[in-house]
């Protein structure tokens, strides 16, 4: 996927290295082109980059979290969408086929209860998270054991440490229980639109995905440097530099507190699904608009 997105910036850029063709056999890969002296221009190597770095690689490593888990076990659920195609006809035109949504209910077995807990979605979520951040840090690990690298043990323990992974799938998680639980309309690109976008950012901080395996540079990948660094750095030098990581933390402590808060509502509002709204969708649906209306309104007087 991100030879083809590259290919593909390339293609847009700077079409003109394709004419090579009839010289180079079969597919061309513009930045492999060495024997013939060429050079891509900077804004071509940043826009192909980013795309691949920033854009498709979160986006692929959140949806493998989520197919890893609903391959890998069958979550507790109170409601599914199902697909149901709506025939329409118009005049004389052919028939035109549309997909609609219909909420049910699961059927549930005597005496079992509804799902009112979430702690299944989160846990697994972790686990899918934990094990590709774990394959991911280990082999980065292994390949900064050259002799010029220096503090090889912080990098090993704090590369562990750094909760990316952690924070978008608890995300991936929430969405996924608001679905399933509680029975909102979330289509997949809603679902991992917060984790892909953190995680994006993350990226474009200086972590790397997976696909990229050097670790040269381990520092800006984690954002934080060793405990001991000879630096002649002045005081707003220093300020400057630690500024940006400050910042990337206040972020990831609004992250987890919004993981937290939600987990929390999330809860709050299956129990009342089942007992206040049990059977009235559409009481529940104008409720949760009810209240996302309110929150916005206060917002909107706040920002004023």
């Known amino acids: 996927m991100t030879t083809i997105i590259r290919i593909g910036v390339f293609m847009i850029w700077e ?18 082109l060495r024997e013939q002296s060429y050079r891509p221009k900077r804004i071509t190597l940043f826009a192909a980059d980013f795309a691949a770095t920033c854009i498709a690689a979160p986006i ?11 391959l890998s076990t069958k979550l507790p659920r109170n409601y599914c969408w199902r697909k149901v195609p709506k025939n329409e006809s118009n005049g004389k035109k052919k028939k035109k086929r549309r997909t609609k949504y219909v909420l049910d209910e699961i059927v549930r077995k005597p005496g079992e209860a509804a799902v009112t807990n979430i702690n299944s979605y989160a846990s697994h979520m972790l686990a899918a998270s934990l094990g590709m ?27 562990g440490a750094y909760p990316i992974h952690e924070l978008c799938g608890s995300m991936t998680a929430l969405e996924l229980a608001k679905r399933d639980v509680l029975g909102l309309n979330m289509p997949l690109w809603r679902m991992l639109l917060p984790a892909v976008l953190i995680h994006g950012l993350a990226n474009l901080k200086g972590m790397k995905p997976i696909f990229k395996w050097n670790s040269s540079t381990p520092w800006s990948e984690i954002q934080i440097s060793p405990w001991y660094i000879q630096d002649s750095s002045t005081l707003s030098q220093t300020i400057s530099k630690c500024l940006p990581k400050l910042m990337w933390c206040i972020i990831m402590g609004r992250v987890l507190g919004y993981i937290l808060k939600n987990y929390y509502m999330i809860g709050r509002k299956a129990v009342k699904r089942t007992t206040t709204f049990a059977g009235k969708n559409a009481s529940f649906s104008a409720e949760m608009h009810t209240s996302a209306l309110l929150k916005k309104t206060k917002k909107d007087k ?3």
């Open 60 to 70: 692929i490593e959140e949806f493998m979290k989520l197919k890893v888990v609903q």
């Open 15 to 32: 079409p003109s290295i394709f004419s090579l063709t009839p010289d180079v056999p079969l597919i061309i890969l513009p930045w492999t």
């Open 133 to 159: 951040k774990f394959c991911d840090t280990t082999r980065r690990v292994l390949m900064y054991t050259k002799r010029g690298d220096a503090h090889k043990t912080f990098y090993a323990f704090f590369r």
């Open 302 to 304: 706040k920002d004023k």
